[in-house]
């Protein structure tokens, strides 16, 4: 079984970035990820292109690019050009699903389908086949620091059997409210990656944190 971890930077500090991603590079994180927000599809602004460019220059795992955006296929060669290995866009901001899938498939990176809460899992299983990963929510997307919605347990269990009854590789990623006492309860229930934002970055050994919740 998978069990990666994608510490999100959106909580570290953007005042000496270039450290953040160092500590990353040397501890058993596996991912990088970028949350991107545009103020509209979520209510709040975090980064865009430059500064993913800006980390890919130092960056040595690959970048996992969540684009919480309205109309995200209009940026995503931008973001690909930029260093994005894995784009994921989400499924209630997107009207031709399986076309957007194909168009990151043709630019060579991997692609992925990000939901909300309220989102059923069950509008995911017409492109299971198609797509690399499915991003659970697992808070309301917009801001870091949120309460992790409990329901998603369920949730990746559902999304598993659909994902085992396909026959497919698609991974799931599970982002918000992701720590030390729920890591283990998310694996186990079927989850392969998870991302964590403050409980790594507000820790004072944020290495061993990474460490932890691999475990």
Same mark, same amino acid.
């Given at each position: ?10 909580? =570290?500090?953007?005042? /000496?970035?270039k450290k953040? #991603?160092?500590?990353?590079? /040397?501890? &058993? ?7 991107? +927000?545009?103020?509209?599809?979520? %209510? ?5 292109? %430059?500064?993913?460019?800006? #980390? ?5 795992? %690959? ?20 260093? =994005? ?9 997107? /009207? ?14 991997? =692609? ?6 309220? *989102? ?16 659970? +929510? ?13 329901? $998603? ?13 396909? &026959? *497919?590789? *698609? ?6 409210g992701v ?8 694996? &186990? ?9 403050? $409980? ?16």
């Amino acid at each position: 079984m998978n069990q990666l971890i994608a510490p999100s930077l959106l909580s =570290a500090d953007f005042s /000496n970035l270039k450290k953040d #991603i160092e500590m990353i590079n /040397n501890s &058993n994180a596996d991912w990088f990820h970028l949350d991107i +927000m545009d103020g509209v599809f979520v %209510p709040n602004i975090s980064f865009g292109i %430059p500064v993913v460019r800006a #980390i890919k220059k130092y960056a040595k795992k %690959p970048l996992d690019v969540h684009l919480m955006i309205s109309k995200p296929e209009r940026y995503f060669s931008d973001f690909k050009n930029a260093g =994005a290995d894995i784009i994921s866009f989400h499924y209630e901001a997107s /009207n031709h699903l399986h076309r957007s899938i194909q168009v990151l498939k043709d630019m060579g990176v991997k =692609a992925g389908v990000a939901i909300n809460p309220h *989102t059923n899992i069950s509008l995911l299983e017409d492109i299971i086949c198609h797509v690399d990963m499915i991003l659970i +929510m697992s808070v309301n997307p917009g801001f870091g620091g949120q309460k992790f919605i409990e329901n $998603t347990y369920d949730k990746i269990k559902k999304l598993k059997n659909i994902i085992l009854s396909k &026959n *497919t590789n *698609t991974l799931i990623e599970i982002d918000g409210g992701v720590n030390l006492d729920n890591a283990s309860k998310l694996f &186990n229930a079927g989850a392969d990656v998870l991302v964590a934002g403050n $409980t790594v970055f507000s820790s004072d050994d944020p290495i061993s944190v990474i460490q932890e919740l691999k475990k």
